[in-house]
């Protein structure tokens, strides 16, 4: 086997010293890290504790905490994170302390799919979000606009209620297993955006801006991508590699194309 050229290995050489010099000065000879955490795994350079989470984040960390306590701390790639795992840890963050936790950490989806974090969802806590929640919960939640909907939702439901008896009285339809829970997601989309938008936009008509199949496949990865743990979130600079970014700019794309049909209109 050849040897790589002298050159080449010492510039090799330069570049993997670098990086790990660079991790233990960062990991290490940080002013800022003398903090009084609560105690945890001791992190690996980089990765931080990413190597102690599974497929199933949740049972991760449960496990976590049978060795660690109720409180803990973790370390996940840059960041470090908190979990409290208890009533009284949930009571203290959730209650007693909760404006100093009420923000949600800037994850790329909701840099992708709500607008750069400027939806009630994703903003920072502040006076933007106190009026976009006001701006909600009277305009759309308050009692005296849900009962001026009443008959909205009233017609979606017996609009689905109606699919349900022909798709099962039909002769295409008889014996078929039918999935609830896709027909209960359309009643509610089409019933808020009746109530918002004052019509439905995901049909089966030409022209229209999604299909309910397409639109039910866009809230899955919603759902997943929102609660996954991207490895580009964790390690920014890593952040062009993680494949689940590229979804997530993807679906927000097919939002933004939905949304700005109804703008148009």
Do not use: C
């Not at 009443?150 to 109606?162: G, K």
Request: no cysteine; charged share 20%; net charge positive.
């Amino acid at each position: 086997m050849e040897l790589l050229p002298p050159v080449v290995s010492f510039i090799a050489v330069v570049l993997a010293t670098a990086l790990f010099l660079t991790t233990i000065l960062l990991g290490r000879w940080n002013p800022k890290r003398k903090l009084n955490l609560p105690p945890g795994p001791r992190p690996w350079p980089v990765i931080g504790n990413l190597n102690l989470i599974g497929a199933l984040p949740h049972r991760s960390v449960h496990e976590l905490s049978k060795r660690y306590g109720p409180l803990m701390s973790l370390r996940f790639g840059s960041f470090p994170v908190v979990v409290g795992s208890s009533v009284d840890a949930a009571r203290s963050i959730l209650k007693t302390h909760d404006l100093a936790f009420i923000d949600r950490p800037r994850m790329a989806s909701g840099r992708y799919t709500g607008y750069n974090y400027s939806d009630v969802l994703w903003a920072p806590y502040g006076a933007y979000w106190r009026q976009a929640r006001r701006l909600w919960k009277t305009e759309i939640f308050s009692a005296r606009r849900l009962r001026s909907q009443e008959h909205v939702r009233d017609e979606e439901l017996q609009a689905m209620l109606h699919d349900l008896y022909v798709h099962g009285t039909s002769a295409a339809g008889a014996g078929r297993v039918v999935v609830l829970l896709d027909h209960l997601l359309m009643v509610n989309l089409n019933a808020i955006s009746r109530m918002v938008l004052g019509k439905k936009y995901v049909v089966n008509e030409t022209g229209s801006a999604t299909t309910p199949e397409e639109f039910k496949r866009m809230v899955d990865e919603f759902f997943f991508l929102s609660g996954a743990l991207n490895i580009g979130d964790m390690i920014p600079w890593l952040s062009w590699l993680d494949p689940q970014i590229r979804r997530i700019k993807r679906l927000g794309k097919m939002f933004n194309r939905l949304l700005e049909h109804v703008v148009d209109e």
